[in-house]
């Protein structure tokens, strides 16, 4: 789960660590008096779900309150294309308006999992500020990092060291080893798939602080925190992942054309693949989980049906604790209540799954059953080239 820069801001406040002062704007208006509250030298921020902002015209340092004031109107409403946001943008309903900041030197720091020793992970690099993973990918060297003990925790000689090869001394390397420490202890106490500073700074004036921030919460922990949901901006997220989220299901925008319906994230990753090795090109993945009920099944479908970009939809789902019957009712009371004529697939298998199939062929829709998961990815990907041709 992601949260604004503004947000994550207030939770470093929390924690101890710097960050420049600012307010958050829901109108241009306030924008305006937020700047001159500032001293009219500040800097405008678009909030959006995605970083690069500062490239794509999201962030500009302004001299005066109404100059404030007309980037605001600029900004509010409009969408914001940056690298991380894909071609269609996040639309900006909030903006932060900070205090300037005289930067001498810019960092990069994170903490985030690390899938190979299943530890997190502290990153950090006296390069790249924006231009990060320009230097990620030319110069891996230059970005120092270490696997964190989770017995152990981060220790202050850890911290240390790394600040040191940032080229820090004296009191600004303390400074960034208890900054270090603190974001430690955040990323823990909050469940954190991610906390970022990019860039982390030291100002003229000789003091460090986060100019940016990047906190991403683990989703598999918001049971834990009953404030998380009240921070989500429902402006920022893809309305059909919402509408799944309801149902509590999984569904993943993807860029191809076939609307996948599949039981099990390891499913979910073959039928991908297989699909993808007859040259099929997945428009979207929902996972129904192990014990859905027809209702489910039925929200499912129409879930990936709304998703315009499906030409044709391929159901890869194995019967177990559910059973195939049921999955073919909820599709066939999902493909008529919406008038669905694109073409189907469906590959079952399990308990009842002749039951299945037979309603299937009786249904009237424009669906084929499949005897494997490669008989089904070659048939769906053929019946789109016959609805193309
Ligand atoms: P993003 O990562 O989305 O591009 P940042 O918050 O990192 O957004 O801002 C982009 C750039 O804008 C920063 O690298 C910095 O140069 C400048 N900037 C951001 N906030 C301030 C600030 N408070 N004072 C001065 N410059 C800023
Ligand atoms: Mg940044």
Redesign the pocket.
């Known amino acids: 789960m992601n949260i604004h820069?503004y947000q994550a801001k207030e939770i470093f406040t929390a924690y101890s660590i710097p960050v420049?002062r600012g307010r958050v704007a829901l109108t241009s208006d306030q924008v305006e008096r937020a700047a001159k509250e500032l001293g009219g030298h500040c800097?405008v921020?678009a909030q959006i779900y995605a970083?690069?902002?500062?490239?794509a015209g999201?962030?500009k340092?302004i001299h005066h309150p109404e100059q404030a004031q007309d980037f605001g109107k600029e900004l509010f409403g409009k969408r914001l294309v940056t690298p991380q946001t894909g071609p269609e943008g996040l639309k900006v309903r909030r903006i932060l308006i900070?205090?300037?900041?005289e930067?001498a030197r810019e960092f990069y720091l994170s903490i985030t999992l690390d899938r190979e020793t299943s530890r997190y992970c502290m990153l950090a690099s006296a390069e790249g500020?924006?231009d990060i993973e320009i230097v990620a990918a030319r110069s891996p060297e230059k970005i120092h990092s270490f696997a964190i003990d989770p017995t152990l925790g981060l220790r202050p000689y850890q911290a240390r060291k790394l600040a040191l090869k940032l080229g820090l001394t004296g009191s600004i390397c303390e400074d960034c080893v208890t900054l270090m420490l603190n974001l430690y202890r955040l990323c823990l106490e909050k469940d954190c798939s991610l906390v970022e500073i990019?860039?982390l700074v030291v100002t003229r004036a000789g003091w460090l602080l986060a100019?940016?921030a990047k906190v991403s919460f683990d989703d598999n922990a918001i049971f834990r925190h009953h404030d998380y949901p009240d921070m989500l901006d429902y402006s920022q997220l893809d309305p059909l992942e919402i509408n799944a989220g309801k149902y509590d299901l999984s569904y993943i925008k993807l860029q191809g054309n076939i609307g996948c319906m599949v039981n099990g994230a390891g499913l979910a990753m073959a039928t991908l693949d297989v699909l993808k090795e007859y040259g099929g090109e997945p428009a979207n993945f929902l996972d129904v989980g192990g014990g859905a009920t027809r209702e489910k099944v039925a929200e499912a479908f129409k879930i990936i049906l709304e998703d315009t970009d499906a030409l044709g939809v391929f159901v890869n789902i194995f019967g177990g604790i559910m059973r195939c019957d049921v999955i073919a009712q909820g599709i066939i009371e999902a493909a008529s209540e919406v008038n669905c004529t694109l073409p189907i697939v469906v590959r079952m298998d399990g308990s009842k799954v002749d039951e299945g199939r037979r309603l299937l062929a009786g249904s009237g829709l424009n669906v084929q059953s499949a005897d494997s998961l490669g008989d089904g990815a070659a048939k769906i990907v053929a019946m789109l080239k016959q609805d193309a041709a």
């Open positions: 820069e420049p800097v921020k970083g690069g902002r500062g490239k999201g962030v340092l900070e205090e300037a900041v930067v500020g924006v990019n860039p100019m940016d």
